[in-house]
């Protein structure tokens, strides 16, 4: 089994802040998730990265893969209400999943 | 885009009910199907893997007999939780997975055990 640390555990920031969070392993892995889920809802995925160093944009979320490929970070540019949820991160064939960030941006 | 029901949505039940959760994959056979148990405030910890026509393999600490896990097609699993009790509250979540594709996850059953 592989386990994910995810950092922080709760955050709180007002809208318009940036933020960064991560996911962290002692394994390497081949390829790893990003994942939002909002309350009494599955979760969505974000992005699946595979080639360490690499970097990937989704709007305002940066996704990046360690290159060793046993972390990664997820960071937000001009946080806004709608990007309060809980992050998580999972193996892509692990199908385990960290503790998860819960963020909740103020307005 | 790929869609995973699940039914039903939430359930209130008394001690001792045995309730049943289905997982459908609506437009893809999903070779494996996961269940996921979530408590409030935390993440989402794998309960069981389940391959269509075989057996479940359940994760350290689960109780099979406690978590019943049928996956007689490739678009239908099913979970059963026998004998429930409070602590069996919980929001329980499944996914669909086809191989080489990310899972696809449902939207989650809260029950509820009195």
């Known amino acids: 089994t592989q386990l994910l640390e995810q950092s922080p555990q709760f955050l709180s920031i007002q809208e318009g802040e940036n933020l960064t969070v991560y996911c962290n392993s002692s394994s390497v892995f081949s390829s790893l998730q990003w994942y939002r889920q909002e309350p009494g809802e599955g979760p969505v995925l974000l992005v699946t990265v595979v080639t360490g160093g690499e970097v990937k944009k989704l709007k305002r979320l940066t996704f990046q893969f360690g290159d060793a490929r046993k972390d990664s970070s997820l960071h937000i540019t001009a946080a806004q209400p709608g990007d309060t949820g809980l992050y998580l991160c999972?193996?892509?064939?692990?199908?385990?999943f960290g503790a998860g960030t819960r963020l909740t941006v103020k307005p | 885009g790929a869609v995973v029901s699940q039914h039903p949505s939430w359930v209130i039940c008394k001690s001792g009910t045995s309730v049943k959760i289905e997982c459908r994959s609506l437009?893809?056979?999903?070779?494996?199907m996961f269940w996921y148990r979530q408590f409030p405030k935390q993440s989402l910890m794998l309960m069981a893997t389940s391959n269509e026509g075989s057996k479940a393999t359940y994760e350290q600490g689960v109780e099979k007999d406690k978590f019943l896990i049928n996956h007689a097609s490739l678009t239908l699993s099913t979970l059963t939780v026998t004998s429930a009790h409070p602590e069996d509250s919980s929001f329980y979540i499944c996914?669909?997975?086809?191989?080489?594709?990310?899972?696809?996850f449902g939207d989650g059953t809260r029950l509820s055990i009195l």
């Open positions: 996914s669909a997975w086809q191989g080489n594709q990310p899972q696809h």
């Open positions: 437009d893809f056979q999903a070779t494996t």
């Open positions: 999972a193996g892509a064939w692990d199908m385990r």
